[in-house]
């Protein structure tokens, strides 16, 4: 059974820092990464990273968010410095499974960033 499940969203003041964390369990998965969705916005690409630590950010975060995965244990983080309040959404883990091609998603992550 494929599980993601996503732990280190909280409320920040702008500047700050958060690290979110995804464990996951089933297949091998060939991406991985981090999507949020803002109130009536749609949901959106915040980072992903691959096998072969190939990392993909959105124009908005880099420089200032970072993505790894430990693929020993199956985890993937999501380090988020200098904070905005436009950072503040609901952060979703997302994978795809190597074989198959299957996409999974967390319960998400709420990160608010407010004075």
């Known amino acids: 059974q494929v599980q993601l499940v996503e732990s280190g969203g909280g409320s920040v003041q702008p500047g700050g820092s958060l690290r979110l964390s995804c464990a996951a369990s089933?297949?091998?998965?060939?991406?991985i990464g981090w999507y949020r969705q803002a109130p009536a916005k749609q949901r959106e690409l915040v980072a992903t990273i691959t096998l072969a630590d190939n990392t993909n950010y959105a124009d908005s975060v880099k420089g200032r968010f970072t993505i790894s995965r430990d693929n020993a244990k199956n985890t993937v983080s999501l380090q988020m410095n200098s904070l905005k309040p436009e950072d503040t959404a609901v952060y979703y883990c997302?994978?795809?499974?190597?074989?198959?091609?299957?996409?999974?998603w967390g319960q998400g992550a709420q990160v608010t960033v407010s004075p």
């Open positions: 089933g297949p091998i998965f060939s991406l």
């Open positions: 997302n994978a795809v499974a190597l074989i198959g091609r299957g996409i999974y």
